[in-house]
């Protein structure tokens, strides 16, 4: 957990929903570690702010937690003070009620680290950019179906997971499963069995890091989907950021939440794709 300096407070109009949700559950007289709460409390703390509820009121939570702006941007002061975080869930109790997010008891002055801290110095991995076609060069953008356009012209990915070309193939991107809709979702077949890749991406244009609790919670929506339909597989769990000229890949555990990646590569577009810059 890292020190709040309070530096990059910003309200928000999300903010007295929350705090109108937090008052809600919280017991002052017998402090809770983690507050549960539910899509339907949203809706609800919205009514009961007098606002607009917005058209997916499932990004409420996502949109405080895209990136890591200080605990003072996701939470309101009242909030914080009592040391409190907010942290994105997802899924649904045992009656059916769909988990919107959670507050997390860090301690006052500390905060959540929920997103992936990218070491200075990964790996290096250079891609011939010139597999993709020029005119793709030509149009192509700054965002995350840019991001899978180039991971599968470049085919990089069999290259730095089986040192093979032509092993890893796309299966759908994005995957709509729920309760978590996977970005990119790939797959190779090796001799010793089928592998799966769930890939969460961030692309250029929004900014936004890696969110930990966003990849933990598409690994756990594919062992539901794909495990308990007892295909026997093997689950790689990949993060893919979206940098100038390149991608910063982290490769996770296999069969395992992801925590820490056990690789992370700097892969760069040689020549330099001008769109990326």
């Known amino acids: 957990m890292a020190v709040s300096t309070g530096k990059n407070r910003r ?12 008052q809600k559950y919280f017991d002052p007289g017998n402090p809770q570690k983690l507050i549960t709460f539910y899509l339907s409390d949203i809706s609800e703390g919205y009514q009961a702010t007098n606002q607009a509820e917005p058209v997916s009121i499932s990004n409420t939570i996502l949109d405080l937690c895209r990136q890591d702006r200080g605990i003072d941007s996701r ?3 009242q909030i914080s003070s009592l040391g409190f975080d907010l942290r994105k869930k997802t899924g ?3 009656g059916g009620r769909k988990f919107a997010g959670e507050f997390v008891y860090v301690g ?5 680290q929920s997103w992936l801290v990218w070491p200075e110095e990964p790996e290096i991995f250079e891609v011939d950019s010139n597999q993709i076609p020029e005119i793709v060069k030509t149009l192509i953008r700054r965002d ?8 599968d012209y470049t085919d990089f990915l069999s290259e730095l997971l089986h040192k093979r070309k032509h092993q890893v193939i796309r299966v759908q991107n994005p995957m709509k499963w729920q309760p978590n809709e996977i970005d990119g979702f790939y797959t190779a077949v090796t001799d010793s069995g089928i592998v799966v890749y769930p890939i969460e991406a961030k692309a250029l244009t929004t900014g936004d890091e890696i969110n ?3 990849l933990k919670g598409g690994y756990e929506t594919v062992v539901k989907h794909v495990k308990n339909n007892n295909l026997d597989v093997t689950i ?4 893919a950021k979206m940098i100038q000229n390149g991608v910063l890949i982290a490769i996770f555990a296999p069969d395992e939440v992801p925590e820490e990646p056990q690789r992370v590569i700097n892969v760069q577009l040689v020549p330099r794709l001008e769109n990326w810059n």
Do not use: C, R, T, Y
């Open 11 to 22: 309200e928000s109009k999300k903010h007295p929903v929350l705090w109108h949700i937090f």
């Open 212 to 214: 930990l609790d966003q």
């Open 108 to 112: 006052v002055g500390n905060a959540l």
């Open 144 to 151: 995350e179906g840019a991001l899978f356009s180039v991971i």
């Open 236 to 239: 790689v769990p990949i993060a």
């Open 75 to 77: 939470v309101p002061v």
């Open 92 to 94: 649904q109790d045992a």
